[in-house]
């Protein structure tokens, strides 16, 4: 029997997978940023891999030269971000804070560019401080906001995770709705 629009029990997997990364992420927050760093150098090291037989079959006029750099490149920062994990944990966190002021300069300006349209405008001026003030914490203390980050991951896999198993059930109880219905069609 096949669900109308998907497995209660494979919803309710991803749900207990969700707790279990959630858990972690809470507990254990320095050991989930390094897993994810590792997972994301060993994805560059294969994708750098990859790309470089890419360039060995590729056609020279579709700039097999690029191909090259960019799988050498993708190798380096694979294998570096295994020599140096917390370096690159460390510039990561840098990213997001850049990222973060940037976002909430662009909010700021946008802002006071529809400040005669729109109402309530103070809102979105609220949104873009509160991005750059979390920039700036993260470049004041980073490995805090490293933590900070995997901590609110922590938090989006527990929440995620209840709201799967919420649906597992309502899911369940659709199968179990819609079996007997089929049972009946086989039997006719």
């Known amino acids: 029997m096949s669900s109308p629009v998907m497995s209660s029990g494979s919803v309710a997997l991803r749900g207990i997978a969700a707790l279990v990364l959630g858990f972690f992420a809470l507990t254990r927050p320095g050991s989930v940023l390094l897993g994810l760093v590792l997972v994301f150098g060993a994805y560059a090291l294969v994708d750098g891999i990859l790309t470089l037989v890419s360039a060995a079959k590729e056609n020279a006029e579709y700039g097999r030269g690029w191909l090259v750099l960019e799988g050498l490149a993708d190798i380096f920062i694979g294998?570096?971000?295994?020599?140096?994990?917390?370096?690159?944990?460390l510039a990561l966190t840098y990213l997001i804070a850049i990222w973060a002021i940037i976002k909430g300069i662009s909010e700021l300006a946008g802002a006071i560019?529809?400040?005669?349209?729109?109402?309530?405008?103070?809102l979105y001026i609220i949104g873009g401080l509160v991005s750059i003030l979390?920039?700036?914490?993260?470049?004041?203390?980073p490995i805090l906001g490293a933590l900070a980050i995997t901590s609110m991951l922590g938090i989006y896999g527990l929440f995620f995770g209840v709201v799967l198993l919420a649906l597992s059930f309502n899911l369940r109880r659709v199968e179990k709705a819609v079996l007997p219905e089929e049972e009946r069609r086989r039997a006719a």
């Open 113 to 122: 560019r529809l400040r005669r349209y729109i109402r309530h405008e103070w």
């Open 134 to 141: 979390l920039g700036v914490a993260i470049f004041a203390r």
């Open 79 to 89: 294998l570096a971000t295994f020599v140096w994990p917390g370096i690159t944990a």
